[in-house]
T-cell receptor, first 115, second 111 residues
């Protein structure tokens, strides 16, 4: 079945440092890929997504490129802020020929950014 | 904006109780999902529904059931709550396979 593997956390960085959170996936079809963010005490918010190979998703300075050849969707940000401290989830949706898709999540990576 | 509303933010229930978690969406979405979130395990799919009165098991359906009598409402039922069902429960809805909206979650504690 489908699976998503995320970089183990937690990740601790200083403000303005470069961030990479690795994500690789296994899927039988042609999935859409997502990064979700969960701030303390809140639900999940979509950070960015890519629906086909070589697409780049971007939002709030975060970027991720859908790499089919390496089955990866790594999250990057050039300069993190304290306000980026949150839990980040990589996920995929594989419709498999249906009109709906189930999201499959990675285990989540806790990011803490210090001033 | 699509809104997904979960009726309770925090819930404390006793072992053996029947527990209902309610989720309502306001954008006429066909698909609705229930996940549980546990540290180190990410989110795992319990049940989902792609139409009224339709339901499908997810990856971890044991000990749970669901009800979808109306399009906008998807209920998760714990038939006899146990301590290992203490968790954060998240509801989501979607119209396509690339757009999902999540509720704020219900943190359930079973004592």
């Amino acid at each position: 079945g489908d699976s998503v593997t995320q970089m183990e956390g937690p990740v601790t960085l200083s403000e303005e440092a470069f961030l990479t959170i690795n994500c690789t996936y296994t899927a039988t079809g042609y999935p859409s890929l997502f990064w979700y963010v969960q701030y303390p005490g809140e639900g999940l918010q979509l950070l960015l997504k890519a629906t086909k190979a070589d697409d780049k998703g971007s939002n709030k300075g975060f970027e991720a490129t859908y790499r089919k050849e390496t089955t990866s969707f790594h999250l990057e940000k050039g300069s993190v802020q304290v306000s980026d401290s949150a839990v980040y989830f990589c996920a995929l949706s594989d419709a498999g020929g249906t009109s709906y898709g189930k999201l499959t999540f990675g285990q989540g990576t806790i990011l803490t950014v210090h001033p | 904006d699509v809104k997904v509303t979960q009726s309770s933010r925090y819930l404390v229930k006793r072992t053996g109780e029947k527990v209902f978690l309610e989720c309502v969406q306001d954008m006429d979405h066909e698909n609705m999902f229930w996940y549980r979130q546990d540290p180190g395990l990410g989110l795992r799919l319990i049940y989902f529904s792609y139409d009224v009165k339709m339901k499908e098991k997810g990856d971890i359906p044991e000990g749970y059931s669901v009800s979808r009598e109306k399009k906008e409402r998807f209920s998760l039922i714990l038939e006899s709550a146990s301590t290992n069902q203490t968790s954060m429960y998240l509801c989501a809805s979607s119209f396509t396979t690339s757009s999902y909206t999540f509720g704020s979650g219900t943190r359930l504690t079973v004592v």
